[in-house]
């Protein structure tokens, strides 16, 4: 590991029963701690419940979440499509915070039927954008994802790690250069 790692956040997003995305967020997770440039903090939303109504104020509950967020100096977040979207849980997460995404970097690990959450990744680009923050053009993506891990959660093809280990050089790239500008001079949102 490097002497000033990166912080990176990976933030599984499903909170349905039954979801898939604790498979999908823990291989993530796990590979992305294999880069000596990282260090990981895995945040599976569904430990965290938000609060029902949005507000300007602080929340308690928000805590530890919000404090786990401002640390990071990246995310990377796995998500599934839901309705060629994704879930309202993500939602409420990206809403209740603002400043903990500015002139950050946002990488992306979708997962799906047929169209592997792609549809989810571009919504969210336009949100991420909205809130200052810059998504990496490549992506980690699963279609028909359930085909892909073994029933211990590991891969079953290889494939997917050269797509990972290309998206998370990007994100280390942009880490390292918003978190430089960022020492240099505070960001203006």
Same mark, same amino acid.
């Given at each position: /590991?490097?002497?000033? +790692?990166?912080?990176? *956040?990976? &933030?599984?997003?499903?909170?349905?029963?039954?979801?898939?995305? +604790?498979?999908?967020?823990?291989?993530?997770?796990?590979?992305a701690s294999g880069h000596a440039e990282l260090e990981v903090d895995h945040i599976d939303l569904a430990d965290h419940p938000l609060p029902p109504v949005l507000s300007q104020r602080p929340d308690p509950a928000m805590d530890e979440v919000t404090r786990r967020l401002d640390a990071?100096?990246?995310?990377?977040?796995?998500? +599934?499509?839901?309705?060629?979207?994704?879930?309202?849980? &993500?939602?409420?997460?990206?809403?209740?915070?603002?400043?903990?995404?500015?002139?950050?970097?946002?990488?992306?690990?979708?997962?799906?039927? /047929?169209?592997?959450?792609?549809? *989810?990744?571009?919504?969210?680009?336009?949100?991420?954008?909205?809130?200052?923050?810059?998504?990496?053009?490549?992506?980690?993506?699963?279609?028909?994802?359930?085909?892909?891990?073994?029933?211990?959660?590991?891969?079953?093809?290889?494939?997917?790690?050269?797509? *990972?280990?290309? /998206?998370?050089?990007?994100?280390?790239?942009?880490?390292?250069?918003?978190?430089?500008?960022?020492?240099?001079? +505070?960001?203006?949102?």
């Open positions: /590991m490097s002497e000033n +790692p990166l912080r990176l *956040a990976v &933030l599984t997003a499903s909170i349905r029963d039954g979801r898939f995305g +604790p498979t999908v967020g823990t291989w993530f997770a796990a590979h990071a100096d990246a995310f990377v977040v796995v998500t +599934p499509e839901y309705n060629h979207s994704f879930p309202a849980s &993500l939602k409420a997460l990206i809403d209740w915070h603002y400043t903990q995404w500015q002139a950050k970097p946002v990488g992306f690990v979708s997962y799906g039927g /047929m169209g592997g959450g792609l549809r *989810a990744v571009e919504q969210l680009r336009l949100v991420f954008a909205e809130l200052h923050a810059t998504t990496v053009r490549d992506t980690v993506s699963f279609h028909n994802a359930w085909d892909k891990f073994g029933d211990d959660g590991a891969l079953l093809d290889g494939g997917a790690e050269g797509a *990972a280990k290309g /998206m998370l050089d990007q994100l280390v790239w942009w880490a390292h250069t918003l978190r430089d500008a960022r020492a240099t001079r +505070p960001y203006v949102g």
